[in-house]
DNA sequence: AGTAGCTTCTGAATCGATACAGCACTGAAT
DNA sequence: ATTCAGTGCTGTATCGATTCAGAAGCTACT
């Protein structure tokens, strides 16, 4: 077996805690002993004090979680998401914190368990979509929360960093409503369990995600502006956040007749499978969600928000918690980008 | 203060062992009993039982540690480091795992207590480079190890994963030489520590990281085969595996007098910087190694070899240990990808 | 009735460290 | 000579669970 403190207290004959400041607390104790403890440990190949047992003792972990609410190659495929975990890490590294990736069973049950087995101080959850049961099992552990929406079910403690959703849609629509577009599709990922392609949806406010009904909410508020009402909109569902999806969802309306003029996507890699699926048929105009790098190489038109600056400030509000509670509220700029894939409605 | 386990047990009034039972080995008492205790656990808040006391307890985590060794941000910068993550994501993902994603300062101490902290069963090391003091401290701790590239100085219980690095780098190069390159310029990150540019390396096995040397080795073979010998060859250095990087490293050459017909670069994303650098200027061949994403929409030549694979062969090497240690050592394909960024030498 | 065989539950030992109060000793101040 | 403050180290309690041998209770069979 490997030696533990005790095996090295032993060996050098000191107590276990002398052994134990040794590596923890050097000013308690005499630079000559801890030189001796040290090379006893190194003699007897003591790998230093076990991380488990010390974080039993002390109270804390030294690692965050973070959680994608859906499979943790999620986290990996999308961009934005990407970029996001990248400003987490920024923040987690300067306090020698690390990252714990939990991948989430879909089954809700062995979700919570994985929860509640992470090790760790406190959790950053990437909101996807429907994570109330996550949540519910984080608050329950009593963990400090960070989430990257503001959640109808916020508990007290929680915080986050986020976006107006609803006004950056706005921003989009109107651009494109601007232009002219009156025969417009919305396309998001799971707007409601449903297959690919045209859904009916009775109101913006009934998608089940908050962030996909932020972002719907938006898109129509600008399109009521001018005269377009929701009936009068499609709404495409997409079974994945991925080009693939995006192509698929937008497929039979390319197809059918009299179809869309303008297709707002709610992510850049959806409105990039549009583009995909269009082909070279110009004059559709299509724009999308994030900016993410391969958004500006397609010319897509979007809505700006600060990836790793999401990620930067999500990590800090749980390792840096604010004194005032008012402070864990944080909502970013966006920016609208037009590119050209969006343009005046072609002429018949 | 939380719960214990032996708050529940006292409520219910049974043993704190019991409790215990009702949630790790259900069959261990009757249905009744336990959904009682379960009752009574929720009734008090009681979260379930604490993830670190039961790693210490039970000797496991079930957790590995993931290690990119340069700064954390790395891991997501690269898209070649991406994808593999992901892979080793899927696997861990299916045996209900997590992933501890540790940054490492740059400091060796620091960098040898961040492993020593990490609460893990086993590490998988995404090798980049110059990382003995890291895979050492994992030894010490006697954890299991699985890297990305066969080491000098691997230990018996050492396992990896990936590919003959020559042997792939030649058959770029052999394309290259192929089409008459003759002056040519290898670009590598970091092949010594030195300033972006030009490089005196008296020879490629002289080069610190054995990915790189491996791979400078390869194009050296190729070269030597139709009479291009080693001090003939330009050496390219690099300070950071980015776009940036590469163009800055090659910049110099290009607006020297004599400037190589072909740049073979370690990495793609190295490429692409060489790519962005050459701007419109046509004739310079450039070839890449992975074949990221982004190779395929350059029109990058390259060496593909599996991203997501490696990773997740590297987790079930974590994960599932072969019986004989001898299959512990994986060799995975590689394939010669030519697209348009390598042609015949322009005359004159 | 006695005992064998189950199932269900208990108690004590254990995992490997950290925290904290307190003890012994030293040197300086009174 | 006596008190006082300051070092340097020890001993014990504790973190929150799991494990395992074995007790208790119950059925069933001879």
């Given at each position: 077996m490997k030696p533990t403190l005790q095996d090295v207290a032993d060996a050098v004959g000191v107590s276990r805690s002398t052994v134990s400041n040794a590596y923890s607390r050097?000013?308690?104790?005499?630079?000559?002993?801890?030189?001796?403890?040290?090379?006893?440990?190194?003699?007897?190949?003591?790998p230093g004090p076990d991380p488990t047992a010390r974080s039993l003792r002390r109270g804390f972990v030294g690692a965050i979680g973070v959680l994608f609410t859906?499979?943790?190659?999620?986290?990996f495929t999308d961009p934005f998401a990407v970029r996001f975990l990248a400003g987490v890490g920024q923040v987690a590294e300067r306090h020698g914190t690390s990252l714990l990736l939990v991948p989430l069973p879909a089954d809700r049950d062995r979700a919570r368990?994985?929860?509640?087995?992470?090790?760790?101080?406190?959790?950053?959850?990437?909101?996807?979509?429907?994570?109330?049961?996550?949540?519910?099992?984080?608050?329950?552990?009593?963990l400090p929360?960070?989430?990257?929406?503001?959640?109808?079910?916020?508990?007290?403690?929680?915080?986050?960093?986020?976006?107006?959703?609803?006004?950056?849609?706005?921003?989009?629509?109107?651009?494109?409503?601007?232009?002219?577009?009156?025969?417009?599709?919305?396309?998001?990922?799971?707007?409601?369990?449903?297959?690919?392609?045209?859904?009916r949806l009775a109101d913006p406010g009934d998608a089940p995600h908050p962030t996909?009904?932020?972002?719907?909410?938006?898109?129509?508020?600008?399109?009521?502006?001018?005269?377009?009402?929701?009936?009068?909109?499609?709404?495409?569902?997409?079974?994945?956040?991925?080009?693939?999806?995006?192509?698929?969802?937008?497929?039979?309306?390319?197809?059918?007749?009299?179809?869309?003029?303008?297709?707002?996507?709610c992510s850049d890699v959806l409105a990039l499978g549009v583009l995909d699926a269009a082909g070279p048929r110009r004059g559709l105009?299509?724009?999308?969600?994030?900016?993410?790098?391969?958004?500006?190489?397609?010319?897509?038109?979007?809505?700006?928000?600060?990836?790793?600056?999401?990620?930067?400030?999500?990590?800090a509000l749980l390792l840096e918690p604010p004194a005032d509670p008012a402070d864990g509220h944080l909502l970013l700029p966006t920016d609208l980008v037009v590119r050209t894939s969006t343009g005046p409605v072609p002429r018949s």
């Open positions: 050097p000013d308690q104790l005499s630079a000559a002993l801890r030189a001796k403890i040290l090379d006893a440990a190194r003699r007897l190949g003591y859906s499979e943790l190659s999620y986290a368990a994985a929860v509640d087995n992470a090790a760790v101080d406190g959790f950053c959850v990437y909101c996807v979509g429907d994570e109330e049961h996550v949540l519910g099992a984080i608050r329950d552990r009593g929360l960070v989430t990257t929406a503001p959640r109808p079910d916020a508990g007290p403690a929680d915080r986050f960093v986020g976006i107006d959703e609803r006004a950056a849609a706005r921003s989009v629509a109107a651009h494109v409503a601007g232009l002219g577009h009156r025969r417009v599709a919305l396309l998001a990922d799971t707007v409601l369990p449903a297959p690919p392609g045209p859904l996909t009904r932020g972002r719907l909410t938006g898109f129509a508020d600008a399109f009521a502006a001018v005269g377009v009402d929701w009936p009068a909109i499609t709404v495409l569902n997409a079974t994945g956040n991925s080009r693939a999806a995006g192509a698929a969802a937008v497929a039979p309306v390319l197809s059918g007749d009299d179809p869309p003029t303008a297709v707002l996507a105009s299509v724009s999308g969600f994030d900016d993410v790098a391969e958004a500006a190489d397609a010319g897509l038109t979007t809505v700006r928000q600060p990836a790793e600056e999401k990620g930067r400030l999500a990590a």
